[in-house]
């Protein structure tokens, strides 16, 4: 049994650190601050460009540095093509994250934010076409493809540029299942009556996941939305143009 799926198993008696969702979208992991919970337990040797971080608390079930990315496929709808993870292996590195657009608090849209100035720096230091960023929501009911257009407007996506990808699964099942058996995060719905004009919202996880050519992780950012976008751009430029 791989380390992924042994501390999946233990995620449910309370054992393993780092993996707690906060109520309604607070985007944290546990309290591991502005830590980076890659320790070297999975890391393979010649495999990473970056070194260990400097923290290290707790063994999350989520996919830390030196882990193989996991390989699924999703509907892109905006660009109207399936987008697979395993499809960049050796063409480009990236950013992973998820998200949902209707998003009461501020969290997601910092994910988004991280994700952005990367790709505008990518674009501004001519590495674009050696990048890639990975935008997944939970919510596909609500996140139609003219909805994440919009979006991307409203956060400043250049969605022209060939390197942006929002990943909309086929429907609310799927992309609890695909968060579960990937990334061994749960996602479920809950009232929205506490937000104004929202049915319904998600506790979740402001993860941020920086993926090399390999497909090996390189960092994994378990609070995204307070982790300094600048920290996250410089990892991903040394990573991208190694």
């Not at 990315?69 to 994250?97: C, H, K, N, Q």
């Not at 994910?111 to 596909?140: C, H, N």
């Not at 579960?180 to 506790?203: H, M, R, S």
């Amino acid at each position: 049994m791989n380390r992924r799926r042994f501390l999946r198993s233990l995620a449910g008696t309370g054992v393993v650190a780092g993996t707690t969702a906060t109520a309604g979208c607070a985007g944290v992991l546990g309290d591991a601050g502005d830590a980076d919970n890659s320790g070297d337990d999975g890391s393979r040797d010649g495999e990473t460009i970056l070194g260990p971080p400097e923290q290290n608390r707790g063994d999350p079930v989520h996919p830390i540095r030196g882990d193989e990315m996991p390989e699924f496929t999703v509907p892109d709808p905006v660009a109207g093509e399936e987008i697979s993870t395993a499809g960049f292996e050796g063409e480009r590195a990236y950013l992973w994250t998820s998200f949902y657009t209707s998003c009461p608090d501020g969290v997601c849209p910092a994910l988004i934010l991280r994700l952005r100035r990367a790709q505008e720096v990518a674009a501004e230091e001519e590495f674009g076409d050696k990048a890639a960023f990975l935008a997944q929501t939970f919510d596909p009911e609500r996140d139609t493809t003219d909805v994440l257009r919009e979006y991307a407007s409203q956060r400043g996506v250049d969605l022209n540029a060939g390197n942006w990808h929002f990943l909309r699964p086929e429907s609310y099942e799927a992309g609890v299942e695909l968060m579960d058996e990937n990334f061994g995060l749960v996602i479920e719905k809950t009232d929205g009556e506490q937000y104004d004009d929202l049915e319904y919202a998600f506790p979740h996880y402001g993860l941020i996941l920086l993926v090399n050519r390999r497909g090996i992780v390189e960092r994994s950012y378990p609070r995204g939305p307070a982790t300094d976008i600048e920290r996250i751009v410089d990892d991903f430029r040394r990573v991208v143009t190694a």
